[in-house]
Every structure is written in C-alpha cells, then in structure tokens.
C-alpha cells in the first residue's frame, strides 16, 4: 500500500502512521532500528529496494529524504508505503523543495523510532565529514559509499580524515569475501610468512586501496599497490599476489562472479567470488551497530602507511 501525501509537514506524516497502524494492524510493532537515507532527489528507488531487501532480516522503519534546494517554492511532499511495496519494514519518503529542505534533521527527527538506534546512509555523495553533518549527529551508525561518488579515491581520503567511531563505508563491506579468502589460504600449510605483497585493481576503486591497507596493516610487509585505468579493464579488485619462500599465492577474478586461485605445488582452483549487491552490503552493516574498529584502524593508520591519504590530498 502507499499512501501519498503531498504538501505536507512531518506531524501530518506521523499521524498519517498512527491511522495507518490502527486501520491495518501493527504495521509498525517489531522494528529494530531507524534507517535514513539521505540521497538526490529522483535517486530513491534503488536505495527503497535495497532496504526492502535487506529488511526481510532486519526489520526496520526505512525514512528515506530527498532534497532539491534550488527550488523555488518551499515545500515537503511525502509518502507512505507499507505491507508489500515495503518489504518487512515501512517506508517513508520525504521529498523536501527549497527553503524547508535545509532543516533535515528537524525533518526526520519527529518520524524516528522511539528508542532505537539510527542508521544514516548515504548512497551516492555523501557530507565531506558525515559525522559532523545534521543527520549523523544523531546517528549510530554512518553508512557511505565512495565507490558511488564522482571521485572516488578522493571521498575515501576524506572519508579517512574525517572518521569517527561509527562510521563506515561500502568499499569496506565489498571486501569480506577477499579477506575470508584469503585468510583462509594463509591458515594452511606451509605456513610461511608473507615477504611481499602485490595489489592490482581499477584506478577508480576505493575498495582495492583499502585491501592492500588491510594487508599491509595486517601483514607487516611491503605491498604493491598497482591502480590501472578502469576504462581499459574491469573495475574493482583485479589480483592479489602474496610472495612467500615457498612461491606466490595468487587470487585473481577471472570472471564477474569468479575468482582463480592458485598455489604452489596445488591444483589451481576457481571460486565463487561475487561482487556484492548494495542489498548485501547494506544487510551486512546493519548486523552490527557498534563501530567498526578494523575500518578505522585501516583508514586512519593503514591509508596513512601506503600513502594514499596524502597522495589523495595533493
């Protein structure tokens, strides 16, 4: 169901919920957290489904805040949706025109869940310091995605300056299966240490950086960072070599959806590794509402060590 309100305010909106609730049922009972996504006005939908997905394991209310403020005129057209057009949560956009698109947080501040945790997302581009921003301040958590913004090593340079405990970033979560597997290569015999690293990826991937920061950070030795044109090949991570006296490991994608392994003196083996959907990052990061002090470790030391952040500024 969705329920249109155009010309609105938040108190019509919230009362709106109220009646929805008490002509349909507890529609809103059961919800665990607030998720707010803060994205460009026309560029909502693909963030909805995502959450949608992604609330079928974690119920939540999904308020959802685009803003033209060029507009001319002033004014907050919203709507509701709830049952099937909002997956297990309730979904609520707000699409704010000139001068009252300027308030955000006292936008979504009367619409928020009664003593659960928030979680802002930012989709595309996102505050140069998201903490310090109206809707992070009063978040638990701050979700960007420097891989969507139109530069995406320098968002995640600043990402890096400006981290605060709680936030994140999906060029992060992109890399669980790269540091699973790989992890787990290194947890076999002969275990021997690593005494180089080699990092190929696409120039504009932010994830490929904050692997070769991982491993360095980890490991202890030099890494290769190696960044080549993305219009020449495929984006994202490429390759990962780890030199070790007994000879390479080699993780490589050889297919979208497929990675090649190979190690010596053992069968090369080809393995599902998949570039993740936002609905799975988005799941991910909403398993855990603590701050994720690996990622902060690596963008404020492990950056810094390879001399991205620097590099980034200049």
């Known amino acids: 169901m969705i329920v249109e309100l155009p010309e609105t305010t938040t108190s019509k909106v919230s009362k709106a919920l109220v009646k929805i609730r008490e002509e349909g049922g507890a529609v809103a009972l059961g919800r665990v957290l607030t998720l707010v996504i803060s994205t460009a006005l026309g560029e909502e939908e693909e963030a909805i489904e995502a959450a949608n997905d992604a609330s079928r394991e ?33 979904v609520i956009v707000l699409r704010a025109h ?27 581009a ?17 979700i960007t995605d420097a891989a969507a913004t ?41 275990y021997q240490p690593v005494e ?11 994830s490929t950086e904050l692997l070769a920061a991982w491993l360095q950070l980890q490991l202890d030795v030099d890494v290769e960072l190696q960044l080549v044109d993305h219009e020449e090949g495929s984006s994202g991570i490429h390759r990962v070599v780890l030199h070790r006296a007994a000879g390479p490991i080699v993780l490589e994608r050889i ?17 599902s590794l998949p570039r993740r959907s936002l609905r799975d990052c988005l799941a991910e990061e909403l398993r855990r509402l603590d701050p994720d002090d690996l990622f902060g470790e690596v963008v404020q030391k492990g950056l810094d060590r390879l001399g991205i952040a620097a590099a980034s500024e200049s």
């Not at 803003?67 to 004014?75: I, L, Q």
């Not at 001068?99 to 595309?124: K, N, R």
């Not at 996102?126 to 701050?142: V, Y």
């Not at 300056?161 to 540091?179: E, I, K, N, V």
């Open 58 to 90: 974690h119920p939540m209310r999904v308020i959802v805040l685009s803003a033209d403020r060029d507009a001319g005129d002033s004014r907050l057209d919203a709507q509701i949706r709830v049952g099937g057009d909002a997956g297990a949560s309730e």
């Open 98 to 124: 000139g001068e009252v698109a300027s308030d955000e947080e006292g936008l979504v501040t009367g619409l928020l869940l009664p003593d659960a945790p928030v979680v802002v997302w930012w989709p595309g």
């Open 126 to 142: 996102h505050p140069l310091d998201p903490g310090d921003s109206a809707l992070g301040a009063i978040a638990t958590r701050r």
């Open 150 to 190: 139109a530069r995406p090593l320098e968002s995640l340079a600043a990402i890096a300056r400006s981290y605060r405990p709680g936030d994140t970033d999906f060029a992060w979560t992109r890399l669980t299966l790269w540091r699973a597997q790989l992890a787990a290569v290194l947890d076999q015999p002969p």
């Open 196 to 206: 180089r690293i080699e990092v190929r990826g696409s120039d504009d991937s932010p």
């Open 255 to 271: 297919q979208p959806k497929v990675a090649r392994l190979e190690q010596p003196e053992q069968p090369r083996h080809d393995i």
